[in-house]
């Protein structure tokens, strides 16, 4: 019993192996089935997904089709209406042409037959004349020049006591007007007038203030009477110095370079250099200011930054001691009211006169009348040829070409002659002065020149690499022997020529 045992356990476990197998493989059997269907089931609703793709885009192709065939359809019954306007555009235009080709020989019918009987008329009206010549014994032309003849001999005296009165009315009639329309337009514009002078008087906050503008050995005054032009002038007026110069624009620059140097506090060579830079440059964008608040003034809005610019440097320029900006600014009021009285245009009169001198602007720089180079200005910036050719002619160098220049010749008169505009012999120093200036600056080397001390003395810098110590002493001979020679002066004139050298570097 003992023994069976073992072998009674050993065949249940092979039967429990065997069984364990059998049922493994059962359940492997039925999974691998179970895979089948899913697969089997997935081709399917994949092939009935394809029918059903398929079948949908026969449906989108037949409707595409369907589409472009009305479409097609559409088309065609466009094209056939359209054609169908083009025929019947055709037939209008064959009858047109058909009718236009009738008139055109009904008119040549009627021509024909105008000229027959003009040439019919004209050997009448010559039968008529040979039989009245033959009957009166003359010449239709010698009738006539005997009939006028009689007439003028008849008549002389009273065509030409006619002929007189009418230009003597006539002459009255336009004179009268012109002189109405003249003090119409003074009347209806009134502005004062100040003749400039030559020197301007600059406040100082303290009376100590003159000594550090003197500075050491009066370096520093002297160092902005050379970079200004202007003669400073420090004598006992309480707190306050003198600035001399003909250019106004001179003095207004030194006047700012103080006032800058004031408000810094220190006041030396190199800071004096600064400061009359920067007064420069303000003054420079003042003048366009300046140059922009007259022509609104006037009414003018379209001309260029540039000639702007010349305008308002005009602010300071004199013409007989009258301001050439004030001038020109009242001629272009009274301008543009006399060419509205009498019908000419407004606009070119008044842009004519408020221009005509704009040539003063760098007068005093350029070689050539003021008048030649206002032209040359105004071309240079494309400004109306008929503004040019009303300015051009104020000082009769150019002849009178438009109603226009008329009206600036008679303004400009107007402006200058009335009293108390202008002062000439304050114009005759100026001009004394700039000629000064004009002969130093011809001579080669020179670099600026400054007429200084009412005339007295001439600042003459020259460029060091140009001119020698032996060449400046030259110099200020040939230049005094010429102001001699070409100028009348009373007194002398010192001339003082300055030879700088300067080097610069920069550490950096």
């Known amino acids: 019993m003992n023994g069976a045992t073992p072998l009674l356990v050993g065949s249940l476990v092979l039967l429990g192996i065997v069984l364990g197998y059998g049922i493994r493989w059962i359940i492997i059997a039925r999974k691998a089935s179970s895979v089948e269907q899913q697969l089997a089931l997935k081709i399917n609703q994949a092939k009935q997904r394809a029918k059903d793709i398929e079948l949908e885009a026969k449906e989108r192709a037949g409707k595409l089709v369907d589409d472009h065939k009305r479409e097609e359809h559409e088309r065609k019954v466009k094209l056939d209406r359209f054609e169908d306007r083009l025929i019947k555009k055709e037939e209008f235009l064959i009858q047109d042409v058909r009718k236009l080709e009738s008139r055109e020989a009904e008119l040549k019918n009627n021509f024909s037959r105008l000229t027959e009987e003009k040439d019919s008329l004209h050997t009448l009206q010559e039968k008529a004349r040979q039989q009245l010549e033959v009957s009166a014994g003359l010449s239709a032309d010698q009738a006539r020049e005997q009939l006028l003849e009689r007439i003028r001999e008849e008549h002389q005296q009273d065509l030409a006591r006619t002929v007189q009165q009418l230009e003597r009315d006539r002459k009255e009639e336009i004179e009268k007007k012109s002189a109405d329309i003249m003090l119409s337009a003074m009347q209806r514009y009134a502005r004062s007038s100040v003749a400039d002078a030559t020197?301007?008087?600059?406040?100082?906050?303290?009376?100590?203030?003159?000594?550090?503008?003197?500075?050491?050995?009066?370096?520093?005054?002297?160092?902005?009477?050379?970079?200004?032009?202007?003669?400073?002038?420090?004598?006992?007026?309480?707190?306050?110095?003198?600035?001399?110069?003909?250019?106004?624009?001179?003095?207004?620059?030194?006047?700012?370079?103080?006032?800058?140097?004031?408000?810094?506090?220190?006041?030396?060579?190199?800071?004096?250099?600064?400061?009359?830079?920067?007064?420069?440059?303000?003054?420079?964008?003042?003048?366009?200011?300046?140059?922009?608040?007259a022509a609104m003034e006037i009414g003018i809005i379209d001309l260029p930054k540039e000639i702007l610019q010349l305008l308002g440097r005009l602010h300071f320029r004199t013409s007989y001691g009258q301001n050439v900006l004030t001038h020109s600014i009242e001629m272009a009021h009274l301008a543009s009211m006399i060419a509205a009285d009498i019908g000419a245009s407004v606009e070119v009169a008044k842009k004519g006169a408020l221009l005509h001198d704009i040539g003063k602007a760098i007068s005093h720089e350029v070689e050539g009348t003021h008048v030649e180079l206002g032209r040359k200005i105004l071309k240079k910036y494309n400004i109306d040829d008929r503004v040019i050719a009303a300015m051009e002619a104020h000082h009769e160098e150019y002849p009178f070409s438009t109603p226009e220049s008329f009206i600036v010749a008679a303004v400009d008169v107007l402006s200058a002659s009335r009293p108390g505009a202008r002062r000439d012999s304050v114009e005759n120093y100026l001009r004394r002065l700039e000629d000064l200036e004009k002969i130093a600056g011809e001579f080669p080397g020179v670099r600026q020149v400054y007429a200084l001390s009412a005339g007295r003395e001439v600042r003459v810098f020259v460029t060091p690499e140009k001119i020698d110590d032996f060449g400046a002493l030259q110099l200020a001979k040939d230049i005094s022997v010429k102001i001699k020679t070409e100028m009348k002066f009373p007194g002398e004139i010192k001339v003082n020529v300055i030879r700088e050298m300067r080097a610069v570097e920069y550490a950096r």
């Open 199 to 293: 020197t301007s008087v600059f406040l100082l906050p303290n009376e100590d203030l003159k000594g550090k503008i003197i500075g050491r050995e009066g370096r520093n005054i002297r160092t902005l009477e050379r970079l200004t032009g202007v003669e400073v002038i420090v004598d006992e007026t309480p707190e306050s110095v003198i600035l001399s110069s003909f250019d106004p624009l001179r003095r207004e620059i030194a006047r700012l370079a103080l006032e800058k140097l004031i408000k810094d506090g220190r006041i030396q060579p190199a800071k004096i250099e600064e400061k009359v830079e920067e007064a420069r440059e303000e003054l420079t964008k003042r003048m366009e200011k300046i140059g922009e608040d």
